[in-house]
């Protein structure tokens, strides 16, 4: 199906586990960002990409890894999962750089660290 | 830096009453301006943007927002509230510096009764 889909919707770790957050788009968009949304913060940007192998840090980058090698693909790695790393987490693209353009947002992620 | 500020993390209405949710940034460069809904569960999706030219700017579901440069303010309102329009509300600011990144206010959710 077209547009933007996450993956898992859902997911429970432990403390010190290593999670991959997955992020596919269809529009081939240049643009792709992951954010996390927790109570009373609004949604915090953790990186973002403008293009397969150009990454940069957002607000709250500390303890996420980003890769791009193609396009379409924007995993989001916590190399060792804290507690304080418990959120919703959404991707979301746009068309172009440097333009008030729409971000496309995904579902959303619910992820719970034990 | 950015900032977006959305007073009332909460607002209570009526059906059929007026919807007013307000939004005031801070911005270094004349902004871009968003608001987004989030129904539970969901993604974000875009209500309406400003970017240039006539300040009332019309969006989805009968939704508005005045941009209002001299008060730094882009408050949405809706005339009439439906129990459908029950939902979290982002206001949001882009700086327009070549990378079209997002500041999100901390959102205001919109409580809607009989």
């Known amino acids: 199906d077209a547009g933007i889909t996450q993956s898992p919707r859902y997911k429970i770790t432990e403390t010190g586990r290593q999670v991959t957050l997955m992020c596919h788009q269809t529009?081939?968009?240049?643009?792709m960002f992951w954010y996390r949304q927790d109570l009373g913060h609004g949604l915090r940007l953790i990186y973002y990409s403008a293009a397969a192998d150009i990454t940069d840090k957002g607000e709250v980058p500390d303890g996420y890894v980003v890769s791009r090698s193609k396009t379409e693909n924007f995993p989001l790695t916590l190399e060792s999962a804290t507690r304080s790393q418990t959120s919703v987490y959404f991707c979301a693209s746009s068309a172009l750089a440097g333009d008030p353009d729409t971000q496309y947002f995904g579902p959303g992620t619910r992820l719970t660290v034990l | 830096a950015q900032s977006v500020t959305q007073l009332g993390s909460h607002v209570s209405v009526s059906e059929g009453a007026l919807v007013l949710l307000r939004c005031n940034y801070s911005?270094?460069?004349?902004?871009?301006l968003f608001w987004y809904v989030q129904y539970p569960n969901q993604g974000l999706q875009l209500l309406l943007k400003?970017?240039?030219?006539?300040?009332l700017v019309k969006g989805i579901n009968g939704f508005e927002a005045e941009f209002k440069k001299s008060e730094t303010s882009f408050h949405l309102t809706k005339p009439s509230a439906h129990m459908s329009d029950a939902a979290e509300y982002f206001c949001?600011?882009?700086?327009?510096?070549?990378?079209?990144?997002?500041?999100f206010g901390k959102g205001t959710m919109l409580l809607v009764s009989p």
């Open positions: 911005s270094s460069v004349p902004p871009y």
């Open positions: 949001a600011v882009s700086d327009r510096r070549g990378y079209s990144t997002l500041t």
């Open positions: 529009w081939s968009h240049s643009y």
């Open positions: 400003y970017t240039t030219g006539a300040t």
